[in-house]
T-cell receptor
Framework: LAKTTQPISMDSYEGQEVNITCSHNNIATNDYITWYQQFPSQGPRFIIQGYKTKVTNEVASLFIPADRKSSTLSLPRVSLSDTAVYYCLVGYNTDKLIFGTGTRLQVFP | DSGVTQTPKHLITATGQRVTLRCSPRSGDLSVYWYQQSLDQGLQFLIQYYNGEERAKGNILERFSAQQFPDLHSELNLSSLELGDSALYFC??????????????FGPGTRLTVL
């Protein structure tokens, strides 16, 4: 199982860039790295997925170094509505995925 | 709106009872996943079905069972309910079968309260 470690919580202010790092030292060759966002009492929502290097979409960027033992989710110019829990998932097969406790991001005005 | 629907939204029942939660995946998605989220356990993967067949199993209790029907909707059956089964139950779906490789679309969840 690819165990992941991410900070329990982070604080930021509106307009700032937020970087959340996830550590996954025992990532396997065919594992993907996926980030989900969850608001209270709602199902998680897919943010971004990558395998190596950098991936960017309309809401976030994902940076993965060459050794793939960590990854960083970057949220540009956060707003109050980005206050949520962010989960880093590493794996390929479903039964190897662990959501963990995630990172609780609080954005202040 | 993810396109995944779950019913009912809320369910209140008593210990020892049996309930059925229903999930309709997004149109075209062959995979259905079930998750349990409680305050002290986080989001736990229970079971996955792919095109009618069980694909992967997680921390699902023997009192719980699931199935996926020919029209691809899925049901999660919880029996001999205990107080500790109170939780949010999410269903998710994806196009293909590997949960780590595919984007999972989550439904709004069913909140189960066992009294």
């Amino acid at each position: 199982l690819a165990k992941t470690t991410q900070p329990i919580s982070m604080d930021s202010y509106e307009g700032q860039e937020v970087n959340i790092t996830c550590s996954h030292n025992n990532i396997a060759t065919n594992d993907y790295i996926t980030w989900y966002q969850q608001f209270p009492s709602q199902g998680p929502r897919f943010i971004i997925q990558g395998y190596k290097t950098k991936v960017t979409n309309e809401v976030a960027s994902l940076f993965i170094p060459a050794d793939r033992k960590s990854s960083t989710l970057s949220l540009p110019r956060v707003s109050l509505s980005d206050t949520a829990v962010y989960y880093c998932l590493v794996g390929y097969n479903t039964d190897k995925l662990i959501f963990g406790t995630g990172t609780r991001l609080q954005v202040f005005p | 709106d993810s396109g995944v629907t779950q019913t009912p939204k809320h369910l209140i029942t008593a210990t020892g009872q049996r309930v059925t939660l229903r999930c309709s995946p997004r149109s075209g998605d062959l995979s259905v996943y079930w998750y349990q989220q409680s305050l002290d356990q986080g989001l736990q993967f229970l079971i996955q079905y792919y095109n009618g067949e069980e694909r992967a199993k997680g921390n699902i209790l023997e009192r719980f069972s699931a199935q996926q029907f020919p029209d691809l909707h899925s049901e999660l059956n919880l029996s001999s309910l205990e107080l500790g089964d109170s939780a949010l139950y999410f269903c998710a779906s994806s196009v293909e079968g590997e949960g780590g490789q595919n984007e999972q679309f989550f439904g709004p969840g069913t909140r189960l309260t066992v009294l």
